[in-house]
């Protein structure tokens, strides 16, 4: 069974920095293609960024709002996806989902979410 | 602003069928497949149609998809109860080079 499960989450002061974890099993990782989305309270969902696997370059991509401060990586021999978030505004509250890509940018598989709450 | 356009709400009653649009451009919808997601209240996202038109197993044949130009649609017939629930479209954008969702749209089942 395809298992995601973020984790880190937590309360940042506006500046601050997090980073917030995804481990994965139940599929091979290392094979998979994996994107960070997120939702504000009450809001729609907001894709953040994409890393391939190693097996095609390991490239990542990000959405405008967080290039440049937000990075994506992966542990392939841990299983494990991260987000490093810096310079955190109030903005960037949100329930933070990992999510599997598949074939044309399918989100086939979503974890429950881990929430970052950016406040002063 | 989201890149994909849908309506804030839809509503009908039980046993009746509902339509969910979406709307972009030849980034994305134009050019790209189309998913949708369904999220129940307090729960994450769960994938309901992939490639414009293909359910996942598991999901129920009441729900299909379907895509012309630069729009795409959700059909969900024989509506039940626990259909109420956000559903977001989401596609690839070829300019972006970044994934992009609709605002999402409240089914409600009355």
């Known amino acids: 069974e395809v298992q995601l499960v973020e984790s880190g989450g937590g309360s940042v002061k506006p500046g601050g920095s997090l980073r917030v974890s995804c481990a994965a099993s139940g599929f091979t990782f290392n094979n998979a293609w994996m994107t960070w989305v997120r939702q504000a309270p009450g809001k729609g969902l907001e894709w953040l960024g994409r890393i391939k696997s190693d097996s095609h370059g390991g490239t990542t991509h990000y959405a405008a709002p967080v290039k440049g401060r937000f990075t994506i990586s992966r542990d392939d021999s841990k299983n494990t996806l991260y987000l490093q978030m810096n310079s955190l505004t109030t903005e960037d509250t949100a329930l933070y989902y990992c999510t599997i890509v598949e074939a044309a940018a399918t989100l086939a598989h979503w974890g429950q979410g881990t929430l970052v709450t950016v406040s002063s | 602003q989201s890149v994909l356009t849908q309506p804030p709400s839809v509503s009908a009653a039980p046993g009746q069928r509902v339509t969910i649009s979406c709307s972009g451009s030849s980034s994305n919808i134009g050019d790209n497949y189309v998913s949708w997601y369904q999220q129940l209240p307090g729960t994450a996202p769960k994938l309901v149609i992939y490639n414009n038109n293909k359910r996942p197993s598991g999901i129920p044949d009441r729900f299909s998809g379907s895509k012309s130009g630069t729009s795409a649609t959700l059909d969900i017939t024989g509506l039940q109860t626990g259909d109420e629930a956000d559903y977001y479209c989401?596609?690839?954008?070829?300019?972006?080079?970044?994934?992009?969702f609709g605002g999402g749209t409240k089914l409600t089942v009355l």
């Open positions: 989401g596609a690839w954008d070829s300019s972006l080079i970044a994934g992009v």
